[in-house]
């Protein structure tokens, strides 16, 4: 569990004072302001118009959508009046962002900065010494009350491999500073990191030394800070678990008068769909089951607290569990690794009887305890059981038409069964945990427009009434860019497939080989990039040109590392690599869009909506299919120019652009209005890349 709950919370604060923000925002980024007469900072109009309207947004706790293109500067914009805001009213501001570059870009270049500007003026000397703190999910966190309760009873809890692992977790204990399971290597074994992490209620401050454990010295830096730092998928995970609502607090969306900025906002439809949702894997109900009793090793929970009695019950569960799920993974998902359930699923409850008397069992050994840590852990055991059983009931009844129902098959050997369901419409969920809140929302990105206008975003989110702005990039697009569409790739259909992707393969070589700088290749298919990929590999090589794909040796973090101190590299990606990417200067001169980046409405989630707006008398295509590409193709082009002095070059190589009539929705994303057209007859004398 993620809940923020704590004892000492304040559910109802007082009302705020008032706040300089708005008066301070304007002499910060006033031309002559304070960030160019003290740090010597240009001035950006756009930065102004920001900055202003933030501060604004913030002194009236009111929704502001704000669209504010590359270069604008959007971080200092809403850092600044946001930390003078937080200090004045001594409430907390919340940063998401969708990736963890932004998020480490924010932690450790952008707040610096701010503390220099603070410390640069008298009038601001009061916000100088602010206090942040990265909000990390809580199961990340080791916990030494857990360890040492661990160790302990390792003869009881763990075999030999697992106790030497317990062991290794004990070492890095003595030297890890925040406790984090990332600064492990290699990572622990998840069934020993889950008796000794902090996702338990024996981490509190009832039972932990809030000195010595790293999840309460955590929060302790979480409640005196004014900037909090989190990650959408968290936020909304940690808003569905009840945010600020859950301690009785009136305002604010995870903690009493918060109030928070969204960046990277486009993704947000996405990341909320995922998360007001039901997510039951077969894989960890085995693992919280064989948390009370493994038969294997016959240690767990029930093999400390129970009997022969509770133990038999936990294997009754774990066999129906393996009759539930293997029915649906023979049943349903032989075929595909992804299904739809349309109605009430055709399958025996096996696991609900088991379930129940487990749960049943479990309550009863948790009151035969006295209070304390160990009654604690088994009433939490009882309540993730009871959770499960509910969510099994709801999948099963497949009954609220307001909600699309799947399941999925995963892992190695695709043995893992998941439960999904995701609701239709997100803007009801959003509307009511996040934008009615009584505090300030800001939603920013470079892309939220679509067509020239917010309101599509602002209606799947359900922000109807939230101020808009667009405020366009300071770069000087129309001399740093050129934009080349090829006319004569044949167009994506299956009886042009094989000429589509010879094509692709003549043409990704001539352009990235023709361009002296790094290329960033951008493809809507895994198939097609390791075809293309395959064909051009070895002409890369013979011309010294280093090569990355994603799926291949790093993360997506990493490869953009490795390209951006290679200078001439050529980085393949599909999905995740058309946003997030940030490598200015020449080692990325180019980027390619080898296809319109349409996603297929095959996912249970977007066939259900397509139907869903059908219904209404709506057109699935010209209301999510057109809007979602044409904002992921403005992320995907705008990886190209991050800085005033970038250079470079698009290349399209999907001639639906000029075919089709929505092509010119496509063209309008661009930040230029002229475009050459290629041709393999004309593009040797045509094509011309920046030097």
Same mark, same amino acid.
């Given at each position: ?25 304007? =002499? ?101 010494? @602010? ?85 309460? =010295? ?42 928070? *900025? ?8 996405? *990341? ?100 304390? =840590? ?120 299956? =009886? ?108 249970? *989630? ?83 890349? @920046?030097?």
């Amino acid at each position: 569990m993620i809940g923020l709950r704590d004892d000492t919370d304040s559910a109802l604060p007082p009302p705020p004072p008032p706040s300089q923000a708005p008066q301070l925002a304007a =002499r910060l980024f006033a031309e002559g302001g304070w960030l160019q007469s003290a740090l010597e900072l240009e001035h950006r109009p756009q930065q102004e118009h920001m900055a202003r309207a933030v501060a604004a947004s913030f002194a009236s706790d009111e929704t502001l959508l704000f669209e504010a293109g590359t270069g604008v500067g959007k971080s200092l914009a809403y850092l600044l009046p946001g930390i003078i805001q937080a200090t004045d009213q001594s409430r907390q501001l919340l940063v998401s962002t969708h990736t963890i570059s932004l998020q480490e870009q924010i932690e450790t270049k952008d707040l610096p900065l701010c503390r220099r500007i603070f410390k640069s003026q008298p009038e601001l000397a009061a916000y100088a010494d @602010f206090k942040s703190a990265v909000l990390v999910g809580k199961a990340n966190y080791l916990c030494p009350t857990r360890l040492a309760t661990a160790l302990r009873d390792k003869q009881e809890l763990f075999s030999t491999p697992e106790s030497s692992e317990l062991q290794r977790i004990a070492d890095w204990a003595a030297t890890t500073r925040e406790g984090l399971r990332h600064e492990l290597s290699p990572p622990p074994a998840p069934e020993v990191w889950e008796w000794v992490n902090a996702d338990s209620s024996a981490c509190s401050r009832k039972h932990c030394d809030c000195e010595r454990c790293f999840y309460q =010295r955590a929060r302790t830096r979480l409640r005196l800070a004014q900037i909090i730092i989190v990650n959408h998928s968290l936020l909304f995970a940690l808003m569905n678990a009840g945010g600020a609502a859950e301690t009785g607090a009136s305002r604010g969306v995870l903690f009493p008068d918060d109030f928070v *900025v969204l960046d990277e906002a486009h993704t947000v439809p996405e *990341v909320a769909t995922d998360h007001f949702g039901l997510r039951l894997s077969s894989y960890g109900i085995d693992r919280m089951l064989k948390h009370l009793f493994n038969p294997k090793t016959r240690r767990g929970l029930m093999a400390r607290h129970g009997g022969a009695f509770e133990q038999q019950l936990v294997l009754d569960a774990l066999e129906a569990s393996e009759q539930f799920f293997g029915f649906l993974r023979d049943n349903l998902l032989a075929k595909h690794p992804v299904a739809r359930l349309r109605s009430e699923c055709d399958c025996e409850p096996w696991l609900d009887g088991p379930l129940h008397a487990l749960i049943k069992a479990v309550g009863n050994r948790a009151d035969k305890l006295d209070d304390g =840590r160990e009654r604690d852990e088994l009433l939490e055991q009882r309540g993730r059981l009871k959770t499960v059983q509910t969510g099994l009931r709801q999948w099963l009844a497949a009954a609220d038409e307001a909600f699309v129902y799947w399941l999925e098959r995963s892992g190695r050997r695709q043995t893992i069964v998941t439960l999904r369901t995701a609701p239709l419409d997100v803007a009801p969920y959003l509307r009511d945990q996040l934008l009615s809140r009584g505090t300030a929302v800001v939603c920013t990105s470079a892309t939220l427009a679509m067509g020239g206008t917010i309101e599509p975003f602002q209606n799947r989110i359900g922000a109807e009434a939230a101020r808009t702005v667009m405020v366009a990039s300071p770069f000087d697009f129309a001399r740093n860019m050129r934009v080349y569409v090829a006319a004569d790739v044949p167009l994506p259909t299956p =009886r042009e497939a094989k000429l589509a992707i010879s094509a692709l393969i003549d043409y990704i070589r001539f352009c990235t080989l023709a361009t002296t700088g790094g290329s960033l290749v951008l493809f809507t298919s895994y198939h097609d990039m390791r075809q293309v990929a395959d064909a051009l590999e070895r002409d890369f090589a013979k011309a010294g040109r280093p090569f990355f794909m994603q799926g291949e040796a790093g993360s997506r973090t990493e490869l953009t590392r490795r390209l951006r101190a290679a200078g001439n590299g050529i980085l393949f990606g599909t999905d995740s690599f058309w946003a997030g990417v940030d490598v200015p200067g020449p080692s990325l001169s180019q980027v390619i869009v080898t296809r319109l980046p349409f996603d297929p409405p095959t996912h249970p *989630v977007a066939e259900a909506r397509s139907e869903w707006v059908r219904d209404r008398g709506g057109n699935p295509f010209n209301e999510l299919t057109l809007p979602d590409a044409l904002i992921k193709f403005r992320q995907g082009i705008g990886r190209l120019i991050r800085s005033a002095d970038d250079r470079g070059v698009i290349t399209i190589l999907d001639a639906r652009v000029l075919a089709k009539a929505y092509g010119r929705l496509f063209l309008a994303c661009l930040p230029v209005t002229d475009f050459t057209r290629l041709t393999v007859a004309n593009r040797a004398d045509t094509f011309r890349p @920046f030097t």
